[in-house]
């Protein structure tokens, strides 16, 4: 089974039969969908909602909540609504800020897991109203969640592209935590892999997401294959990372 843990509902005609094309292309199962909504120019909660209760077996509905704008009760809504997860990006402060903790103890009560976005942010037209900052969404402060919520699962998308070691250090000592390797600079992040393997990061640790339109499917999947089987991982943990440790996280019979 190969599990898509991050990926949009992008812009564009005939989106949903573009998905299901490119992930049948690539062998793809499962894609965990979020919208970014209106902020960042793109289709929202609404749109990934039909999604899922059209293809229920093909795509879960991860619901976008944007930390500090949104009011507690979202995530309750959400979770009514059939969504299995919960997608964290653009806070107003600091993920760890203490006002943002009843958005994690619900998420926790309702077995939710939270992808957060982590690392540099691209810049989008809304960024001047969201007073969008980087800063806010280094790895490290999914570290205070992941210790005062235990049961919360937690992914931090890109591997906190460009704070790599902090990732991994924080995903190390909190047994809730992932990293999903999502995104652009691909050969950045496989050497950045290859040097700490086993050291600062280790496969089970791993997730692997699109991110990307789904006509990049096969050719973003094949690449990553390939360079984790080159920089010295197993076929297990290929497995691991391409569907079996995001079933586990989703509670997914593999």
């Not at 990293?179 to 040097?195: E, Q």
Request: net charge negative; charged share 25%.
């Amino acid at each position: 089974m190969i599990i898509d843990i991050h990926n949009h509902y992008w812009e564009g005609g005939d989106f949903l039969n573009r998905l299901l094309k490119g992930m049948d292309s690539a062998g793809v199962d499962i894609v965990c969908l979020n919208g970014l909504g209106v902020y960042h120019g793109m289709p929202g909660n609404d749109d990934v909602e039909k999604a899922f209760k059209e293809y229920p077996d093909r795509i879960i509905g991860f619901g976008t909540i944007f930390p500090g704008r949104a009011q507690y009760e979202e995530v309750d809504e959400l979770y009514s609504r059939g969504f299995k997860g919960l997608k964290m990006i653009t806070p107003t402060k600091r993920y760890d800020d203490d006002g943002f903790m009843p958005y994690y103890q619900k998420a926790e009560d309702y077995g939710m897991p939270i992808l957060f976005h982590t690392g540099v942010i691209a810049s989008f037209k809304g960024d001047k109203e969201l007073g969008t900052s980087s800063s806010y969404m280094r790895p490290v402060y999914l570290d205070k969640i992941a210790r005062m919520f235990p049961k919360l699962k937690m992914i931090g998308a890109h591997m906190g592209d460009p704070w790599f070691l902090e990732a991994y250090r924080v995903a190390q000592y909190c047994p809730n935590m992932w990293l999903d390797i999502s995104g652009l600079a691909i050969l950045v992040k496989a050497l950045n892999i290859r040097t700490y393997l086993r050291i600062r990061v280790t496969p089970d640790k791993l997730l692997w997401g699109l991110d990307d339109l789904p006509e990049k499917y096969l050719q973003l999947l094949m690449t990553w294959k390939t360079l984790v089987r080159e920089i010295g991982m197993s076929e297990e943990d290929s497995e691991n990372i391409f569907g079996r440790t995001a079933a586990k996280i989703l509670s997914i019979k593999y």
